[in-house]
């Protein structure tokens, strides 16, 4: 099955810079990538996917690039704000419509 | 459209007691996921559906847990007899054409269940 890892597992940053997430996978079959994002005792909410057919796909302050070849994705977020804190949470398909999670990152934005 | 909804939203009951979790997934999806949630094992799928048909329920723990589906607006998890150790939240999702036609996932609130 499908392996994704993800990290860091915390990080902490200013309100204003940027903050990159990071995951692999294991199975090169793999052609969808969504991110989510849970806010402390809620559910997860997808905030952007990817397909294998690009690169990169952006929506406002939140990015995500594809590098099919090394097997690796990563969530970019500009100008963090307050809100942004979260814990993020990686995927990929692991064989049909498995979808396997990252451990996930715990998000701080201080002020 | 209301999401995905689950029931109960909190759940407390003794070891060995039966337990069961609720779903109806958002109108016109055709896949339903369980996913626990837990801080050591993060999330993981339990069981999945297509139109109603169990298709991979690999992640099923033991045979104490059990879900069903038995019509396309409606799908429980069973736990008979809970343990302390399936002390967790549940989350139910759906999806429209499943994640490999690229549909996401759309999750529910969720079930936290704590086994004492």
């Known amino acids: 099955g499908e392996n994704v890892e993800q990290h860091p597992s915390t990080l902490s940053v200013q309100e204003g810079d940027s903050a990159v997430i990071k995951c692999t996978y294991s199975d090169s079959a793999s052609n969808y990538f969504p991110w989510y994002k849970q806010e402390l005792g809620k559910r997860p909410q997808l905030i952007i996917d990817i397909r294998s057919n690009v690169g990169e796909k952006k929506d406002q302050r939140i990015a995500v690039t594809l590098n099919k070849t090394a097997k690796h994705f990563s969530l970019h977020i500009t100008e963090t704000q307050p809100e942004d804190s979260a814990v993020y949470f990686c995927?990929?398909?692991?064989?049909?419509?498995?979808?396997?999670f990252g451990t996930g990152t715990q998000l701080k934005v201080e002020l | 459209d209301a999401g995905v909804i689950q029931s109960p939203r909190h759940e407390v009951t003794e070891m060995g007691q039966e337990v069961t979790l609720r779903c109806k997934p958002i109108s016109g999806h055709d896949y339903l996921f369980w996913y626990r949630q837990t801080m050591m094992r993060g999330l993981e799928l339990l069981i999945y559906?297509?139109?109603?048909?169990?298709?991979?329920d690999s992640g099923m723990p033991e045979d104490r847990f059990s879900a069903k589906m038995p019509n396309a607006s409606f799908s429980t998890l069973k736990i008979q007899p809970s343990e302390p150790r399936d002390s967790a939240v549940y989350f139910c999702?759906?999806?429209?054409?499943?994640?490999?036609?690229?549909?996401?996932?759309?999750f529910g609130n969720g079930t936290r269940l704590t086994v004492t």
């Open positions: 995927a990929a398909p692991g064989g049909g419509n498995k979808l396997t």
């Open positions: 559906f297509n139109n109603n048909v169990p298709i991979d």
């Open positions: 999702a759906s999806s429209s054409r499943g994640t490999y036609n690229n549909s996401p996932l759309h």
